[in-house]
């Protein structure tokens, strides 16, 4: 079935072959690209709004990837795993992720879900975990991540970060916005993560 979405998920494929490690390599290999569409009811989430200003900060290698997001931005259905009860407004306001394909993405893919999360400037997205091997690409440099007991350290753009299962993970954005591409697998595709942290933890 072809779908309005075919070149954002070539976009997707294009953008990890292009990725140097043996992480990502393993994980494009165990993809069946070939997937079937998903008819879903657009979404749209007031995080988008920093996805022009992640087009103009994302490196070259990922632009073409990230340019069809932000075009096809109001056309995706966008999702929230949280609630302002989890993590208050401003977190919410500032959050949302856009599963490409998955249990319940726009293609489907039983095995593995993998798609692109938004995190507004200024947030803390605190320590929390899950029972799925994760991947993790910024597209946007600059955002500070956490993994177990280490202290949080800046990422650049096109860094692969990896947490494996039940292994504790945190972020936090500075002046600009993140965009990154995130890959799940060997666990609940759907899983809403446990929390183990708060979203006003203090800078530390």
Wanted: aromatic letters at 8%; one cysteine or more.
């Amino acid at each position: 079935m072809t779908t309005k979405f075919d070149e954002l998920l070539g976009q997707f494929h294009a953008y990890l072959a292009g990725v140097d490690s043996a992480l990502v390599r393993d994980a494009m290999t165990r993809i069946g690209w070939d997937m079937p569409g998903r008819v879903l009811e657009p979404h749209s989430l007031a995080c988008l709004r920093h996805l022009d200003r992640a087009a103009e900060l994302a490196p070259t290698a990922a632009k073409a990837l990230v340019q069809r997001l932000a075009q096809q931005r109001n056309a995706l259905r966008w999702g929230q795993t949280y609630t302002e009860g989890d993590f208050g407004k401003a977190f919410m306001e500032n959050y949302g992720w856009v599963e490409v394909f998955g249990t319940r993405g726009h293609f489907v893919n039983d095995e593995v879900a993998a798609g692109l999360l938004i995190l507004g400037p200024g947030i803390v997205y605190p320590d929390h975990h899950h029972v799925a091997e994760e991947i993790y690409i910024p597209l946007t440099g600059g955002t500070e991540w956490r993994m177990g007991e280490g202290g949080f350290r800046k990422r650049e753009a096109g860094e692969v970060i990896h947490h494996a299962a039940n292994v504790n993970h945190a972020m936090r954005t500075g002046n600009e916005p993140l965009l990154a591409l995130y890959i799940w697998r060997g666990g609940p595709l759907a899983q809403k993560s446990t929390i183990t942290g708060t979203a006003t933890q203090g800078r530390s």
